[in-house]
């Protein structure tokens, strides 16, 4: 049996069909972070400083059960870094 090969336009018709696979699946996860993030961004705009200190240097956290947003305040902007999963290792740098 030879090979398999798709090409672009099939491989792109593929990855995008998984994409919205996976958003019907994960639609309540997806619900739940943006209500977080709506919640975090109320707070955070008040106090920056809210969340705890992050794991990595600059940054803090703020957790949305089981998700952790990482972010860091520049200025007057709250720049989100990164949602992790709790149980996902956590990176060294953003």
């Not at 090979?3 to 996976?22: I, K």
């Not at 209500?35 to 703020?62: C, F, H, I, K, W």
């Amino acid at each position: 049996m030879g090979s398999l090969r798709l090409s672009n336009a099939t491989r792109t018709y593929v990855v995008n069909q998984a994409l919205e696979a996976y958003i019907d699946i994960h639609q309540w996860q997806i619900d739940h972070i943006r209500q977080g993030l709506r919640e975090a961004n109320a707070g955070t705009s008040r106090n920056p400083e809210m969340g705890r200190r992050g794991r990595v240097a600059g940054s803090r956290e703020l957790v949305v059960a089981p998700y952790v947003i990482a972010y860091r305040s520049r200025k007057s902007v709250i720049e989100i870094l990164g949602i992790i999963h709790g149980a996902r290792r956590w990176p060294d740098a953003f």
